[in-house]
């Protein structure tokens, strides 16, 4: 596994111990969750609801111009299948504010928000999960994460990512009850327990840990060598970012501890 680097910058993350799929740190966009081998068609209906979502959340350019061709991508090859099917989403309207990325993680795609979108992740998410929530609008897509920055992980690393988004997410004075959940697939190294304390311990101390009754969620999902990170509201996040239907619930569900 590569070496762990700051949160800030082009410095590339390894996200697989053999040198495969590379992401660049600080990038802001979406974990997509589908079934495995439905990587490809979940990212295909996925791409072209959040361009739909990215498109109202966003202020005109009024420029005009496509956007820049180089951005930081996939450095490994990808199946030949995914490739195929994916291909067209690249040089198409969806690629000139969403790229997606090969994540070597069977049904989990990495789908990074471009600059030129000006938009944060969790403002075009929020509206995309109420709609979902009330008709059906993806068919192979289950979730949908929110990712305001990613880091290599490490905790080290996690925490020089953490600290810049959670001064800005989290600085009103007011406070506000929080709780960390946290994720993990194709990672052993950073512990669940550790994370979270760890993620706690950069929190202002006026904000209250709340795990039954949150205000504010904060997310920590690992995949292979690449940790990402999100701070969104509680309420608009239940059934972790679910695309399907809501079905009447039972009972209340808790956040992590």
Known sequence: MGKASNASGDSELAASAGGGVKLSAGLPGFLLVCDPHREAKATRETMALLQEFVE??????????????????????V???LEAELAALRDGGSARVLRWHDTSCHGLVFIQLLKNASVDPWVVLKPLLAACSQAPRVRFTHRLVPVHTTSHASLESIEAAAKPMLAEKLASPKPTRYAIIFGSRAHNTVKRDDAIKLLASLVPPHHIVDLKTPQTLLVCELFKGVACLAVVDAPYAQRRFGLKPML????KASADT
């Open 56 to 77: 109202a959340a966003s202020a005109p350019s009024g420029d005009g111009e496509a956007a820049p061709a180089a951005a930081a991508g996939v450095t490994a090859p």
């Open 79 to 81: 199946s030949d299948a």
């Open 248 to 251: 009447p619930a039972k009972g």
